[in-house]
């Protein structure tokens, strides 16, 4: 049985919960057919660490980024170093960047200065962002909406480009969705799609277009139903994609197949050079099995 190959947009798998078993985590992935990784950084010690696993391994990619919550200390010298990582050829993306009200651990005007910084460097390098919006939904609309509006009218390398962003972990509303659709983003779906009590997202997710969606888990955390509890892993997009199928009555293939191109577009990265599939089963059977260490509290204010 040949699983579809999917795209997991998404995993911060150079986070410590992975140190003791990031090979076997990458084997399960493969063998659920997620055959791509793209590994956010959320600082810039994470981001030399998401280079350093895409360099070791074939599958995984990098982006490069100051998370909101790591933004306080955002300046030009780490602008610069951003810039200088963004140059090595795995690096696809520039993110996760945004903004986070719910933990409040940096001001809105020193997160707002950090996104900015960010999203100029992206459009200089011509790299797609990805977007963390949490409970700020209509300050990153706001600022969104005037970046991609201001790139229009310019030349810059990102302009040339069909897709500039993923809005990630999306729970947004229709309004959030339409507006990312004119912004030219694509909006990443996770675990929270499959949580059951998820209704909006859900009636949502079933009028939105394959052809802007992409797959991700956001591993270590927000583990999908029915592994909630766990520690979250690449292999999970299998389920998201799952659930993704139901909500859109389409078939599981054409959710992966679809989710893929999209991914590939934005990232430009190739699904036709994929390292072959590791072994095992191809079912969730095997994971349901495995025990995994509990995800960590301290850590979740990423995600
Ligand atoms: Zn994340």
Same mark, same amino acid.
């Given at each position: 049985?040949?699983?579809?190959?999917?795209?997991?947009?998404?995993?911060?798998?150079?986070?410590? *919960?992975?140190?003791?078993?990031?090979?076997?985590?990458?084997?399960?992935?493969?063998?659920?057919?997620?055959?791509?990784?793209?590994?956010?950084?959320?600082?810039?010690?994470?981001?030399?660490?998401?280079?350093?696993?895409? !360099?070791?391994?074939?599958?995984?990619?990098? $982006?490069?980024?100051?998370?909101?919550n790591s933004s306080g200390d955002f300046n030009?010298?780490?602008?610069?170093?951003?810039?200088? &990582?963004?140059?090595?050829?795995?690096?696809?993306?520039?993110?996760?960047?945004?903004?986070?009200?719910?933990?409040?651990?940096?001001?809105?005007?020193? *997160? $707002?200065?950090?996104? =900015?910084? *960010?999203?100029?460097?992206?459009?200089?390098?011509?790299?797609?962002?990805?977007?963390?919006?949490?409970?700020?939904?209509?300050?990153?609309?706001?600022?969104?909406?005037?970046?991609?509006?201001?790139?229009?009218?310019?030349?810059?390398?990102?302009?040339?480009?069909?897709?500039?962003?993923? &809005?990630?972990?999306?729970?947004?509303?229709?309004?959030?969705?339409?507006? $990312?659709?004119?912004? *030219?983003?694509?909006?990443?779906?996770?675990?929270?799609?499959?949580?059951?009590?998820? =209704?909006?997202?859900?009636?949502?997710?079933?009028? &939105?277009?394959?052809?802007?969606?992409?797959?991700?888990?956001?591993?270590?955390?927000?583990?999908?139903?029915?592994?909630?509890?766990?520690?979250?892993?690449?292999?999970?997009?299998?389920?998201?994609?799952?659930?993704?199928?139901?909500?859109?009555?389409?078939?599981?293939?054409?959710?992966?197949? =679809?989710?893929?191109?999209?991914?590939?577009?934005?990232?430009?990265?190739?699904?036709? !050079?994929?390292?072959?599939?590791?072994?095992?089963?191809?079912?969730?059977?095997?994971?349901?099995?495995?025990?995994?260490?509990?995800?960590? !509290?301290?850590?979740?204010?990423?995600?």
């Amino acid at each position: 049985m040949t699983v579809p190959t999917m795209v997991d947009s998404h995993c911060h798998l150079d986070m410590e *919960q992975f140190d003791t078993d990031r090979a076997a985590v990458l084997k399960r992935a493969g063998a659920q057919g997620v055959r791509r990784i793209v590994n956010p950084g959320i600082d810039l010690a994470h981001s030399r660490r998401a280079i350093e696993l895409a !360099e070791r391994h074939p599958q995984v990619y990098a $982006a490069v980024g100051i998370h909101p919550n790591s933004s306080g200390d955002f300046n030009e010298r780490a602008l610069t170093q951003l810039a200088a &990582l963004a140059e090595h050829p795995k690096v696809v993306a520039i993110g996760e960047i945004g903004l986070d009200y719910h933990w409040d651990l940096v001001s809105p005007q020193e *997160q $707002a200065r950090a996104f =900015r910084g *960010q999203l100029e460097l992206a459009a200089e390098t011509g790299l797609p962002v990805i977007i963390h919006n949490r409970n700020a939904s209509a300050d990153v609309a706001q600022i969104l909406g005037e970046w991609t509006a201001s790139e229009r009218t310019r030349s810059s390398p990102l302009a040339q480009r069909e897709l500039w962003g993923v &809005l990630h972990a999306f729970s947004g509303d229709a309004a959030l969705a339409l507006a $990312a659709m004119d912004w *030219q983003f694509t909006l990443g779906l996770g675990g929270a799609l499959t949580f059951k009590n998820a =209704r909006s997202l859900h009636k949502l997710a079933s009028q &939105l277009c394959l052809d802007r969606l992409m797959l991700e888990t956001d591993a270590p955390w927000l583990t999908p139903h029915p592994m909630r509890g766990k520690r979250n892993e690449p292999a999970n997009a299998a389920l998201v994609a799952q659930r993704l199928a139901e909500l859109l009555a389409a078939t599981v293939e054409e959710v992966a197949a =679809r989710t893929t191109a999209v991914a590939c577009a934005l990232f430009g990265i190739d699904a036709g !050079e994929l390292p072959a599939p590791a072994d095992g089963l191809p079912l969730t059977a095997d994971i349901l099995s495995e025990s995994t260490p509990q995800p960590r !509290e301290s850590a979740t204010s990423y995600g």
